[in-house]
């Protein structure tokens, strides 16, 4: 089992910046990478971006490259997700989540996932 807590979600305004953080705790020895997911008001759950816990491989979703940036404290099992320069279309509950295996991108890749934190974007 994963346990995973999120935290650094809140209400923001359009052009500001916002760290969230997920702490990961129990077999995380088992997973290969992490993932942030989104979910807007009314839509799917989307993919944000993931990295691997060996070797630090990232992918980012189209709509956050060059705004958002993931990382990871292995020392801490830990992972990151920056958001800069933050848009309304932004809003949503943003999901941690663990994946045993690749590819990352893939939402049912993941076993675990985080309880969720919500950001919002005001214009």
């Known amino acids: 089992q994963v346990q995973l807590v999120e935290s650094g979600g809140g209400l923001v305004q359009a052009g500001g910046s916002l760290r969230l953080s997920c702490a990961a705790s129990?077999?995380?020895?088992?997973?290969?990478?992490m993932g942030w997911f989104r979910q807007p008001p009314g839509k799917d759950r989307e993919f944000v971006a993931g990295?691997?816990?060996?070797?630090?491989?990232?992918s980012y979703a189209e709509s956050v490259k060059g705004r958002f940036t993931i990382s990871r404290d292995n020392a801490k099992n830990t992972v990151y997700l920056q958001m800069n320069s933050l848009k309304p279309e932004d809003t949503a509950v943003y999901y941690c989540?663990?994946?045993?295996?690749?590819?990352?991108?893939?939402?049912?890749?993941?076993?675990?996932w985080g309880q969720g934190t919500r950001v919002t974007v005001s214009s």
């Open positions: 129990g077999r995380t020895s088992s997973q290969n990478a």
């Open positions: 989540a663990a994946a045993p295996r690749p590819p990352m991108v893939v939402t049912t890749t993941y076993d675990y």
């Open positions: 990295i691997s816990w060996v070797g630090g491989i990232t």
